[in-house]
């Protein structure tokens, strides 16, 4: 190893048992030279992909922990102000921390005062101790005053172990540690759960049931238009999103394509029965079978002569049993069109701001089954103002394709 000559003081120098040596004895150390000090502080393509990973898995997992503390924060806030600072004034946190929370509250505070005096708090509605509160410190005030919180909070026992799972997460995030992909799929259920505890059920029998909004997905929305899913098949989006709470609640629901296998068969008679007689409007677009693009679709898939045309005929014919059934008719309407399928699509509520749209192209050689799948929710959002509103995505341009295939298409008696 090529070295250079350090001079050094000599260790045994300076004391009255140093006699033999002069006062100003000095030594000669061997030192490495600074290039072969980084001579390994490249990274390979290899680790920069290990820790773009491991920044991904992190990012997600903070987005849901910040989300899930602004909200406990806020639920701790407007039960706890009203009891506390009408008695203690700003001081409330302390006085609702109490003598078991004082060492923790006392850390609050020190923080705060650092951050006031560096110029950290940017924002005057952040000059509050609450603010300075971890997620752990929080739980705490909640445990101390559950019976203030019991009237809006149904299940302590299940809030607690959701912020005990989130915990782990939490732990992991903070220092910078290797968050496995298992735990990071635990924390966003944990966080889902908490979330629903703390808003008492408010949201029940909405599109959050059907398809909850996820956190991420309002972040970088604008990026992707409003497409909040991608399957490489539909097997893969079943074993994600249940049929139930997709069409379970709709009191809308338009589909079109060439069979619409999906909703036929994988989704009861007997369900679609109950979903039309709860107030439900069916509109249904079936490829024609007697038409030439049946069997071109025939061809390309390398079926028999009339194998998908019978196919077809029997889902139509599933469609107008269920539709025999109902006391109303007329909400349940099936047609069938004669032009070249390009796409299937089932619309949830199209009309509204929380509709959710399953879409699929066809390819040459695939089945309905094997082809990929789009989720897309309704509604634009303005990321920058967190306003509705803002260009139209792809949801409103399949629904628009299919209110024109609809006008041109013929009813089935």
């Known amino acids: 190893m090529v070295t250079s000559g350090l001079v050094l003081p000599s260790s045994d120098g300076g004391g009255q048992g140093n006699q033999g040596h002069g006062e100003g004895a000095t030594s000669t150390v061997s030192a490495p030279r600074p290039a072969e000090i980084g001579a390994e502080l490249d990274w390979a393509a290899r680790d920069w992909a290990e820790v773009r990973l491991r920044a ?25 102000r009203p009891v506390y600072e009408p008695v203690h004034g700003e001081e409330w946190v302390v006085a609702a921390a109490g003598p078991a929370g004082h060492e923790w509250v006392q850390r609050a ?31 705490e005030l909640v445990v101390q005053h559950w019976p203030c919180f019991d009237p809006f909070l149904a299940d302590r026992r299940e809030l607690e172990l959701a912020l005990d799972e989130l915990e782990v997460a939490r732990h992991v995030v903070s220092r910078n540690r290797s968050l496995s992909e298992t735990v990071l799929a635990q924390a966003e259920r944990a966080a889902q759960r908490l979330l629903d505890l703390l808003e008492a059920g408010t949201r029940g029998g909405t599109a ?9 997905e309002e972040l970088v929305g604008d990026r992707y238009a409003d497409v909040v899913g991608v399957h490489p098949d539909r097997v893969r989006l079943q074993s994600q999103v249940a049929l139930e709470d997709l069409f379970g609640s709709a009191h809308r629901l ?13 989704y009861s008679g007997r369900r679609l029965v109950r979903l039309a007689e709860s107030g439900c409007r069916v509109r249904l677009l079936f490829l024609n079978p007697a038409s030439s693009a049946v069997r071109r679709r025939e061809r390309e ?25 109902l006391r109303d008719t007329g909400s349940f309407e099936i047609r069938v ?40 929710r309704s509604g634009g959002r303005d990321l920058v103002h967190g306003e509705a509103g803002g260009e139209h995505g792809l949801f409103e341009i399949y629904r628009e394709e299919f209110e024109g295939v609809w006008t041109d298409s013929r009813p089935v008696s």
């Open 254 to 266: 338009d589909a079109i394509g060439i069979g619409l296998n999906l909703l036929v068969q994988n």
């Open 301 to 325: 898939l390398g079926l028999g002569r009339g194998e998908l045309s019978r196919s077809v005929e029997m889902n139509i014919m599933h469609m107008r049993r269920v539709r025999s059934r």
């Open 337 to 376: 069109f004669d032009e070249t399928p390009r796409f299937t699509a089932y619309l949830v509520d199209g009309d509204s701001a929380e509709g959710i749209a399953v879409v699929q192209s066809y390819l040459r050689k695939s089945r309905g089954m094997e082809s990929p799948v789009l989720v897309l």
């Open 56 to 80: 991904r898995r992190a990012g997600r997992a903070y987005v849901w922990l910040n989300l899930v503390e602004q909200r406990l924060r806020a639920v701790v806030a407007a039960v706890l």
């Open 208 to 216: 959050y049931a059907r398809l909850p909004v996820d956190v991420v």
């Open 109 to 139: 505070a020190a923080v705060r005062e650092v951050s006031r005096r560096k110029g950290y708090l940017l924002d005057p509605a952040d000059d509050d101790l609450l603010i300075f509160l971890t997620l752990p410190q929080l739980r």
